[in-house]
């Protein structure tokens, strides 16, 4: 099934006048699907392998161990939203999605095809690290990540997140991979939970009992700020930008 040219991946919806040319008119449902399932299994790869790698020759250095998480993180965010940006807009993360969805600028159904194959790459993702790393294939995180600082943290990191990508969006979208990757790379820093921002990633991360785990039954409160965020987030873009980003 074509999309059809008035797609628009670089902005989830229909093409509109601030289409940079990008728009691949011939893409399928199928590429884009692929697209986002392959993208966020790169990105937990990255996430998980690096925390791995990290946690092993960082000899206890847990601010080490972070620095080295974070710098792969966001290089290859960089590099998974420049090679896959112009086919399904890289969206890669459900509230990004879920976004684009409630402006109207992507179709329902295909919105719910977008996230379904986040989570499924994110957990495909985290199986064949383990697989490199000669773990377990199957792990449940137990790893302590709760209370009200770092509820408050991915309020804030999913807020943030969506504001770069709509902002970017708006002044400058050939910018948008270098902005999400240098803002997650120093949210790890700046927030107390590390700035997971994506309900897939956090799903995800529950199953790697690792240096990047989160215990299962707390990523559910997670991802309910994490859509927090995105609410906010939405409200802002309206107010500050939503001239701009119109379809």
Same mark, same amino acid.
């Given at each position: 099934?074509?999309?059809?040219?008035?797609?628009?991946?670089?902005?989830?919806?229909?093409?509109?006048?601030?289409?940079?040319?990008?728009?691949?008119?011939?893409?399928?449902?199928?590429?884009?699907?692929?697209?986002?399932?392959?993208?966020?299994?790169?990105?937990?790869?990255?996430?998980?392998?690096?925390?791995?790698?990290?946690?092993? *020759?960082?000899?206890?250095?847990?601010? @080490? &161990?972070?620095?080295?998480? +974070? =710098? !792969?993180?966001?290089?290859? %965010? $960089?590099?998974?939203?420049?090679?896959?940006?112009?086919?399904?807009?890289?969206?890669?993360?459900?509230?990004?999605?879920?976004?684009?969805?409630?402006?109207?600028?992507?179709?329902?159904?295909?919105?719910?095809?977008?996230?379904?194959?986040?989570?499924?790459?994110?957990?495909?993702?985290?199986?064949?690290?383990?697989?490199?790393?000669?773990?377990?294939?199957?792990?449940?995180?137990?790893?302590?990540?709760?209370?009200?600082?770092?509820?408050?943290?991915?309020?804030?990191?999913?807020?943030?997140? *969506?504001?770069?990508?709509?902002?970017? @969006? &708006?002044?400058?979208?050939? +910018? =948008? !991979?270098?902005?999400?990757? %240098? $803002?997650?790379?120093?949210?790890?820093?700046?927030?107390?939970?590390?700035?997971?921002?994506?309900?897939?990633?956090?799903?995800?991360?529950?199953?790697?009992?690792?240096?990047?785990?989160?215990?299962?039954?707390?990523?559910?409160?997670?991802?309910?700020?994490?859509?927090?965020?995105?609410?906010?987030?939405?409200?802002?873009?309206?107010?500050?930008?939503?001239?701009?980003?119109?379809?």
């Amino acid at each position: 099934m074509a999309i059809g040219l008035g797609f628009c991946p670089m902005y989830g919806g229909m093409r509109h006048n601030r289409c940079l040319g990008k728009c691949q008119g011939s893409c399928t449902v199928k590429n884009l699907i692929f697209a986002e399932f392959f993208g966020v299994g790169f990105l937990l790869i990255a996430v998980v392998g690096s925390g791995i790698m990290a946690e092993t *020759l960082a000899d206890g250095n847990i601010a @080490l &161990a972070l620095l080295a998480n +974070a =710098i !792969a993180t966001g290089c290859m %965010l $960089y590099c998974i939203i420049t090679l896959f940006g112009p086919i399904s807009g890289a969206h890669f993360n459900p509230i990004v999605t879920l976004a684009f969805v409630l402006r109207g600028d992507m179709p329902t159904k295909l919105g719910a095809a977008f996230i379904a194959a986040q989570i499924f790459g994110a957990i495909t993702g985290v199986l064949l690290t383990h697989a490199m790393f000669d773990q377990s294939l199957f792990q449940l995180s137990q790893t302590p990540r709760t209370g009200a600082p770092l509820w408050i943290s991915e309020i804030f990191a999913s807020f943030g997140l *969506l504001l770069i990508i709509f902002g970017g @969006l &708006a002044q400058n979208s050939k +910018a =948008i !991979a270098s902005m999400v990757a %240098l $803002y997650i790379t120093g949210a790890y820093w700046f927030t107390a939970s590390t700035s997971f921002a994506n309900p897939a990633v956090s799903i995800a991360r529950a199953l790697s009992d690792t240096f990047a785990g989160i215990y299962p039954a707390h990523a559910p409160m997670f991802i309910l700020c994490q859509l927090i965020g995105m609410v906010l987030a939405l409200l802002a873009v309206q107010a500050v930008f939503d001239r701009q980003t119109k379809v």
